[in-house]
């Protein structure tokens, strides 16, 4: 089969079969407060045997407005689905031991996030860890006796000024706050205690945690054991000016007995992912050239165990690799990636072939529709995966060989198999640009009619460097549910198309992506789909820049909703959460260099052009694209008369969605605003 194969291509926008079909005897459309009752699975784990399946589910919890998260299990047969552990308490990143005897997890149930193990055949748990900061990335050693992690260790440090002593009974403000990392705060984390990420080791029944990384240096997951379990694999980032190079990094070794550590490789550019073989021989691992641009395609390499003899297994295909798990053999490695939309798992021989399965891996998302999906393998080759559609949020399949997959579970047919949801098409048409083909998917209303025209809604996706499919979305569905036809695309510069096609935009965004997305309105008009008079327009992160990008070009659309979005790149680069990224991968020059570069792909630089009434929106709590940008667009435009609205939602990192609630207001205020400038 061919990896990285493409679909058919049609002239202009020919509708090709549908992906989803509404279900039968329907009673009613898709609500807003069916987001709560939405379930997901995320994180499924094969038994070593590949009998059955523990993963991650999902569920929203109406009285708390947020997802709970707890594990249940299931038979490679579709049997004997219970809960696992199950309640309000989070339990997440189950891991059979290597016997299938145990399974590490890790849970919050005694108030902060803890490592558990819990014996399958009596269902007694135990208490492993007692620590101050989250454990990560869990892994057993060959024999059971042992779990890894990673977790950070607070710095110590000591206060620029020393403040006089306070009087007894005195009510001071609270102290200063100094900061002196070049990586200070996180979105969705907030501000950061100073530290660093180690390897730790554990006694899998109980014990104190013994550190084996040293140094003012980060230590990341996955980690990967020797099969004789002397030595740990993982990879880091150790050079001096390591915070100004962030994609760097090297694959190391740790020996347990005694600390020794090994640089296995030395290149420019991040090596990662690192898994030794069964048989002890290799270590795949997944990596690429540093060349300073926006994306690279992560190629997957194979070495000996010492670091010598590296070789590139996909260098043919021009697809991002990732996720890299032996199989039982030691002659092949899966590895999944993202083609056209989809997220595909495939294996690699030692030799370069790679033989891609006929699987949708999808659904680990809510939101908007994006690639997503993880999988897991067992020793005997069968593999679990999540898997779903545009109308269907992520169950657990199991699958070998490529072979038909079983789905095991169905979590929404309760809900969804009630509800008019929108049938999803994928479409193609030719940009304006340079007749290049862009690829997206058309959400209709339930009660869609041919031959009529409707409201179109051109939603954007951010990154810019990702990627929407047919994947389940919640917001989708809502604007299909109240009547508009949705469109969304993969615009010049989405992922999963090969490295040219994303490389498209490398200092050149926003640019010709405009172009790609116009089109696709034009060819839904000229389809007979869309109202001409009836165009809006939203997105957000790069979907935002693309908004705001759209409505200081063309005066076609009704309304916008222009959703966390960078507006003034010069800014916007000295205050985003990954400045050194965004300097380093996205511009030639640092902003008091070259401003202009900064300037003219800013989209502050059109608001002069702007006539559409454009609302903003973006959480308070952003450190990825901060409020500071939406405010100068909403002030921009205030002061230019233009109807706009700030829509500040609190508490709100940049993924806005992250709660129930939040993801209703977000959708219900966009439809809300288009409906004001909707007229007759």
């Known amino acids: 089969m061919n990896p990285a194969r493409r679909p058919s291509s049609l002239p202009c926008i020919l509708l090709v079969a549908a992906l989803t079909t509404a279900h039968a005897a329907p009673e009613a459309r898709f609500s807003a407060a069916d987001i709560f009752e939405l379930e997901y699975a995320s994180d499924p784990q094969i038994s070593p045997d590949g009998r059955q399946v523990v993963y991650v589910r999902q569920s929203n919890d109406i009285m708390t407005d947020s997802t709970r998260s707890n594990l249940w299990i299931v038979s490679s047969d579709g049997g004997n689905h219970r809960p696992l552990l199950s309640g309000r308490e989070n339990y997440s990143s189950p891991r059979w031991s290597p016997d299938g005897t145990r399974i590490a997890y890790l849970s919050d149930v005694e108030g902060s996030q803890q490592l558990y193990v819990r014996w399958m055949d009596t269902g007694q748990t135990a208490l492993v860890t007692n620590l101050r900061k989250s454990p990560q990335a869990l892994t057993w050693s060959p024999d059971g006796q042992t779990i890894a992690f990673s977790m950070q260790v607070p710095a110590k440090s000591e206060p620029l000024a020393k403040p006089p002593a306070k009087p007894k009974g005195a009510e001071w403000a609270d102290p200063v706050k100094v900061i002196e990392t070049v990586f200070y705060r996180s979105d969705g984390a907030g501000y950061l205690e100073a530290g660093h990420t180690h390897v730790f080791v554990v006694p899998a029944d109980g014990g104190t945690p013994h550190q084996l990384t040293d140094g003012n240096f980060n230590h990341g997951g996955p980690l990967s054991f020797t099969p004789d379990g002397s030595e740990i694999v993982f990879s880091a980032n150790r050079q001096q000016d390591w915070e100004l190079d962030p994609r760097e990094s090297e694959i190391y070794s740790i020996a347990l007995d005694d600390g020794e550590l090994r640089q296995l490789t030395d290149r420019d550019g991040p090596d990662g992912q690192p898994v030794v073989s069964p048989n002890g021989r290799y270590i795949a691992y997944v990596g690429f050239d540093e060349r300073r641009s926006g994306y690279e395609n992560s190629l997957l390499y194979v070495m000996d165990r010492d670091g010598g003899n590296s070789r590139v297994l996909t260098a043919d295909l021009d697809r991002a690799v990732g996720t890299p798990r032996w199989n039982g053999n030691s002659n092949g490695v899966f590895v999944s990636y993202d083609d056209f939309g989809m997220r595909r798992i495939a294996l690699v021989t030692l030799d370069g072939r790679v033989t891609t399965y006929d699987h949708n891996v999808s659904g680990e998302t809510l939101g908007r529709p994006y690639t997503s999906g993880s999988y897991s393998v067992s020793e005997n080759g069968a593999y679990a995966f999540t898997t779903g559609d545009a109308s269907t949020p992520a169950d657990v399949a199991v699958a070998r060989g490529g072979r038909d997959a079983r789905v095991l579970t169905s979590l929404n047919e309760d809900l969804l198999g009630q509800r008019q949801m929108a049938r999803v098409e994928h479409v193609t048409w030719r940009s304006s640009h340079d007749e290049r083909e862009i690829e997206g998917w058309v959400a209709y209303p339930p009660d869609y009619e041919a031959g009529r025209r409707y409201p179109l809604i051109l939603e954007i996706h951010g990154g810019p460097y990702a990627a929407y499919g047919p994947n389940f ?107 050194p990224f965004f300097r380093m991968a996205w511009f030639t020059e640092d902003p008091w260099v070259d401003p202009e570069q900064y300037w003219e792909r800013s989209p502050l630089s059109l608001v002069g052009n702007v006539v559409t009434p454009t609302a903003v929106m973006t959480g308070e709590s952003d450190h990825r694209t901060p409020i500071s940008e939406s405010e100068q667009y909403y002030q921009a435009l205030k002061l230019r008369k233009v109807d706009t609205a700030l829509i500040r939602v609190p508490g709100a990192p940049h993924f806005i969605a992250g709660r129930p609630s939040h993801m209703i207001a977000k959708t219900d205020n966009i439809i809300a605003w288009f409906r004001r400038y909707a007229g007759d």
């Open 473 to 579: 979305a919640p917001e989708i569905q809502r604007f299909a549910a109240e009547g508009f036809v949705v469109l969304y695309a993969n615009p010049r510069g989405s992922t999963s198309y090969g490295a040219d096609f994303a490389q498209e935009i490398q200092s050149a965004y926003p640019g010709n992506d405009y172009d790609d997305l116009m089109s696709g309105v034009d060819a839904l008009i000229e389809s007979g789909v869309a109202d001409p008079e009836q165009l809006y327009v939203t997105g957000g992160s790069g979907g935002g820049v693309l908004s705001a990008w759209i409505v200081g070009r063309t005066d076609r659309f009704r309304a916008a909703v222009v959703v966390k979005p960078v507006i003034n790149w010069l800014s916007f680069v000295l205050t985003s959460d990954l400045y």
